[in-house]
């Protein structure tokens, strides 16, 4: 009698399932796992210039949130950028700071172009160490013997350093200054560059020049003088999570972000300067 129930229980304990601990009811079966993937969120790579970080890191999380997915961004100069799409084809979303880093891959059909729109504008700002004693108001006095040298985004590759070269060009002293130009891999190097005190001055964007109390604002270029600064935003074709992408682009266009890309001193892109929709 004892050793048939003794049999007994060892059978019921050894269904699958249940686990017979001393004064504990069995407990339920456990509901069944979720199929491999079925609550993840669609990761979606964002190349972005940096100089768009700062708004960027803030925006990201909640834009991920609202459009049930992972934004995973990589920041660089917008030139660097273009050619890892053009040699890795990783990107889901290209944030580029020029229009000819995007004109490139869009040659090259490696775009949406249908979705391709510019959406920030921006000013070059001239800056200097924040305990320095240098005034200076224009162009011409970057060429003045003060500025020994002159930290810029390299010209070559970057649109920063483009578009200060282009204004520089225009005031007709770019050729005084080419042999002072100390080139960074890109604008946020440059605003460290000055930060550190390993350069006279520098030129960055204005939204550059706010982030960081170890440099100063010495003038900021107007619009009558300066380039056209342009903010393009692209979808690379041929990826696998278009609709993701397009997602979080309408995000970061939308009127809920529109209030923190100008608090860190965005503009709008300038008017006539449609290209698609998202």
């Avoid at 229980?9 to 686990?19: D, R």
């Avoid at 100069?77 to 889901?92: C, P, T, W």
């Avoid at 204004?167 to 190097?189: F, H, K, Q, S, T």
């Amino acid at each position: 009698m004892l050793r048939r129930a003794v049999r007994t229980l060892i059978n019921f304990a050894c269904i699958p399932g249940l686990l017979l601990l001393p004064g504990r009811a069995p407990a339920a079966p456990a509901a069944p796992a979720s199929p491999a993937g079925a609550h993840e969120r669609a990761e979606v790579a964002i190349y972005a210039a940096a100089s768009l970080r700062d708004a960027l890191e803030e925006l990201a999380p909640d834009c991920g949130r609202s459009t049930s997915t992972r934004p995973f961004l990589n920041f660089g100069a917008s030139g660097d950028l273009a050619r890892q799409i053009e040699s890795a084809g990783k990107a889901d979303l290209f944030l580029s700071a020029d229009e000819a880093s995007v004109d490139r891959l869009a040659r090259k059909g490696l775009l949406d172009e249908i979705a391709t729109r510019p959406f920030l504008s921006n000013r070059l700002a001239v800056i200097v160490p924040a305990g320095s004693r240098l005034t200076l108001t224009r162009a011409a006095d970057l060429a003045g013997p003060s500025v020994r040298r002159l930290a810029l985004a390299d010209p070559e590759f970057v649109p920063a350093g483009a578009y200060a070269r282009d204004w520089l060009r225009r005031a007709g002293v770019w050729e005084e200054i080419r042999g002072r130009v100390v080139p960074a891999v890109d604008v946020r190097a440059a605003l460290a560059l000055v930060a550190a005190g390993g350069v006279d001055a520098g030129v960055v964007y204005r939204t550059d020049a706010r982030i960081s109390s170890k440099v100063r604002q010495a003038f900021e270029v107007g619009d009558d003088e300066g380039p056209r600064i342009i903010y393009v935003a692209a979808l690379p074709s041929g990826r696998p999570r278009p609709e993701a992408a397009r997602a979080v682009l309408s995000c970061l266009l939308s009127a809920a972000a529109a209030p923190i890309f100008e608090r860190l001193g965005f503009l709008p892109p300038p008017a006539g300067t449609q290209r698609g929709a998202p």
